[in-house]
């Protein structure tokens, strides 16, 4: 008897875990929720940290703790995979009108991890730069009309990114690969299971774990308010630039379905924002 009450708490618990892996997956690859936030969220993003900064002093006391979420990851990412590339290639515009919104409506949350440990003026400038620099950058290489062409190198950034919205709370990887026309490739390789872009995007990821886990995880440490509200400020600017404004004056019926795919985005990253403060994530 005693047995099975200790049980059913432990396989529930694990369950749960598998759950909250499942949705750091999802928000790895979903455009507008980053994973590292979520990770963060369910109180594990210092373990994940400790592990990829230290992963040999910390592999036999962290991999344990977090396989059941890395389990959980594996399962939302690549079952999310290929309805996104679906979803873009069908319905580009409310599509992209629906992420949007989950970006903006991810920015309250996003604004109080920002300010967490308090705001200083420093913060602000930090977020403005980023903002500017990452805006000017975009807008530089829509007006100059630069095609990109997906190819080994290119996926090997993409797997840069993907890193980075782990290590880096808030950090949306689709934020940078959605201006580029690089996010629906890559994620519809991953769908596919597409070696040519698992290769590189797994070694760009690889190598920006061993060169920046220790350094974003010091940067944080010591100075998490300028790191985070410089992040807010390249989600800021990266979503500008991927809104389909000409979508919008298109006609009234275009107009109307993107309002509601924003409405929609809005709503569903408000809700699992309420969701997540509700989870109790204490091991």
Not at 63 to 82: Q, S
Request: contains cysteine; neutral net charge; glycine residues 10%.
């Amino acid at each position: 008897m005693n047995t099975k009450q200790t049980e059913n708490p432990s396989i529930l618990k694990l369950l749960l875990k598998i759950l909250q892996g499942a949705l750091i997956g999802l928000g790895a690859v979903l455009p507008g929720i980053s994973g590292g936030v979520l990770s963060v969220v369910f109180g594990i993003y210092k373990t994940i940290m400790e592990l990829l900064a230290n992963p040999f002093r910390n592999f036999k006391t962290h991999v344990p703790k977090l396989l059941p979420y890395i389990i959980g990851a594996v399962i939302g990412f690549m079952g999310i995979a290929n309805l996104l590339a679906f979803l873009l290639e069908k319905y580009p515009d409310p599509s992209v009108c629906l992420f949007v919104g989950l970006i903006v409506g991810m920015f309250p949350s996003l604004w109080r991890e920002a300010g967490e440990k308090g705001r200083s003026t420093g913060s602000y400038i930090s977020m403005g730069l980023a903002f500017l620099v990452l805006l000017a950058l975009l807008i530089g290489l829509n007006l100059s009309s630069v095609v990109i062409t997906p190819n080994f190198a290119w996926y090997v950034f993409c797997g840069f990114c993907l890193a980075l919205s782990i290590i880096a709370p808030g950090m949306s990887f689709s934020t940078l690969l959605m201006p580029l026309g690089l996010y629906t490739p890559f994620v519809d390789g991953i769908g596919h299971l597409d070696f040519g872009v698992l290769i590189p995007g797994g070694i760009g990821g690889l190598v920006t774990v061993i060169c920046l886990a220790k350094l974003i995880d010091s940067l944080f440490e010591h100075h998490y308010s300028l790191a985070f509200h410089a992040i807010l400020g390249i989600v800021a600017a990266a979503t500008l630039v991927i809104i389909p404004f000409s979508s919008f004056a298109a006609s009234a019926s275009s107009c109307a379905v993107n309002l509601v795919c924003l409405a929609a985005g809005i709503a569903s990253a408000l809700i699992l924002d309420h969701f997540n403060s509700k989870v109790d994530v204490k091991d």
